[in-house]
């Protein structure tokens, strides 16, 4: 397979949140940097924790984000087949090599037996590991938990002195003690590999020759050496991306608002500001004040070097303000586009209402698209365009309602905006400015009723781009029913 091969190995046990994007955005860059292929491979062994939809849903993440494989499922491969159980075979004929060469053997510990060493450790206060007590059974030993009908796991013999050192790409050395590291099980007693067996038994075999992956596997790393040498198999180089964590610093969870990629898209975010925003989660551009970059941008400077070695602090906020340069940045047609189903869901207007207003639409989203943050922020945000407000801002009806002479002012507003010749954005302001001349006042207050009548809000758009997307009859009919608010309200 030659060249440089990279893989991202997610256990389909959830949907893709924030960190594991970021792990693989990271193999991607790394990958398309280096002009090798980018693996995806499903590690599905762990049959409790598998959730049914989630490598579907995964990798519908990853295609939403941009990031596709070169090989993998659905796409195929040399290496074929990329899900951890549809390789059942190799595990177990691997397993067996091991067994043959005296680097693995059976252990018939029942599950009760095990605990008991680990409480004993506890009381002596050591560190439970298991002793080895299974790694030089007699023929009639093994003959006598057979004939019991004991189940059996394998276990692999770790070195009982020595260190194994990790040359992380990204951490440097580090040495782990081999006597800390007890025989661990490859094969479960149900037949099935365990992650790190699975894991590098795939890894060799789909050629990989650089694995990144989360930081909470680097004690994982030592166990995966051993077995590269024990097979033996060219070892890939290791590098362990760091955490990511809350603005508290304590470990991301529910309880910090959305976490998979696919919350993320339903709250209106994009794809291209989510890839922008977690790849500056630990890595560092050469040009650090070159905040906004595309994935392609990204692929041209990307180096391991430059991925820091502590946990990144993730802030919702500059991914939202990240998503709102991006907003900005679309085509108004493009942004009606993507925005139409948020519209839909926030319940103004259905599909097939829009399909022939599409260019008020354009009007009314480009007066909105400066102040835009997330596509379901700016759909809700749209609403008092689709309907008339239900009520008036608090503050605003104090401040700008609740007036002796502001009813007999906006009535002489309706009679200005309808004797125009034209209705156009330039008129009203110039209806505006004179009425205000004529009046003695300044503008705003006429422009301040005007917007709360309008909008419910005081703040928003222009006036006069709010007046021009409604339209003189709407514009008209809504001041008439400020009016009549005012007016009881006095
Ligand atoms: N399936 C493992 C996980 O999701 C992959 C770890 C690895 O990349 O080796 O954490």
């Known amino acids: 397979m030659g060249d440089l091969r990279v893989r991202f190995a997610p256990s389909p046990t959830g949907y893709l949140h924030i960190g594991g994007a970021r792990t693989a955005l990271f193999n991607y860059l790394y990958t398309k ?47 074929s087949p990329y899900q951890q159980s549809q390789r059942q075979d190799l595990y ?42 299974c790694r030089n059974l007699t023929q009639e030993q093994t003959r006598e938990f057979e ?35 007890a025989d661990f099980i490859i094969m479960k007693s149900d037949g099935l590999p365990t992650y790190n067996f699975a894991c590098v038994i795939d890894d060799w075999l789909m050629g990989i020759t650089h694995v990144l992956r989360a930081d909470e596997h680097l004690s994982n790393t030592p166990r995966q050496m051993m077995i590269y040498r024990a097979l033996p198999a060219p070892m890939p180089k290791f590098a362990h991306v760091p955490m990511i964590l809350a603005p508290d610093r ?85 942004l009606v586009q993507k925005l139409i189903p948020f519209i839909e869901s926030a319940g103004l207007a259905t599909r097939e209402e829009l399909a022939p207003r599409k260019d008020w639409l354009i009007q009314a989203v480009i007066t909105m698209q400066e102040r835009a943050r997330t596509l379901e922020d700016l759909a809700e945000s749209m609403e008092f365009y689709f309907r008339p407000p239900g009520s008036y801002d608090e503050k605003g009806v104090k401040k700008h309602f609740a007036k002796p002479n502001v009813a007999g002012l906006l009535q002489k507003c309706t009679e200005v905006l309808s004797r125009m010749p034209d209705w156009s954005l330039e008129a009203c302001e110039h209806a505006y400015t004179s009425l205000a001349q004529s009046e003695g006042i300044g503008r705003g207050k006429l ?10 809000k005081t703040f928003g758009p222009g006036l006069f781009d709010i007046m021009y997307v409604l339209g003189r009859d709407e514009t008209i009919s809504r001041i008439g029913a400020a009016i009549q608010f005012i007016n009881k309200l006095l």
């Open 33 to 79: 940097r280096n002009g090798g292929k980018f693996v995806l491979r499903i590690e599905d062994t762990d049959v409790e924790r598998t959730i049914e939809d989630s490598a579907e849903k995964m990798m519908e993440s990853f295609k939403w984000l941009g990031l596709n494989w070169d090989e993998g499922p659905i796409v195929g491969g040399p290496a």
């Open 147 to 181: 004939n019991e009908g004991r189940k059996y796991a394998i276990r692999f013999v770790t070195p009982d002195q020595g260190n194994t050192v990790v040359n992380d790409l990204i951490h440097g050395e580090v040495s782990f003690q081999n006597e800390e590291i």
């Open 92 to 133: 177990s004929k691997y397993a067996q090599t091991l067994m043959d060469k005296g680097l693995a053997y059976r252990c018939y510990c029942t599950p009760e037996e095990l605990e008991a060493e680990r409480e004993q450790a506890r009381l002596a206060k050591k560190a439970p590991r298991y002793s080895g007590r």
């Open 250 to 334: 304590s470990k991301l969870s529910k309880r910090h608002g959305a976490q998979t990629v696919e919350e993320f898209r339903d709250k209106g975010y994009l794809p291209e500001a989510i890839v922008n925003y977690i790849a500056l989660l630990g890595w560092t551009p050469p040009d650090a004040t070159r905040e906004i970059m595309s994935l392609e941008d990204m692929v041209e400077v990307f180096e391991l070097s430059r991925v820091s070695s502590t946990a990144a602090v993730y802030d919702v906020q500059k991914l939202t303000w990240m998503n709102g340069q991006y907003i900005r940045q679309l085509e108004p047609e493009e």
């Open 447 to 456: 422009i301040h009723p005007t917007r709360l009548a309008l909008s419910g």
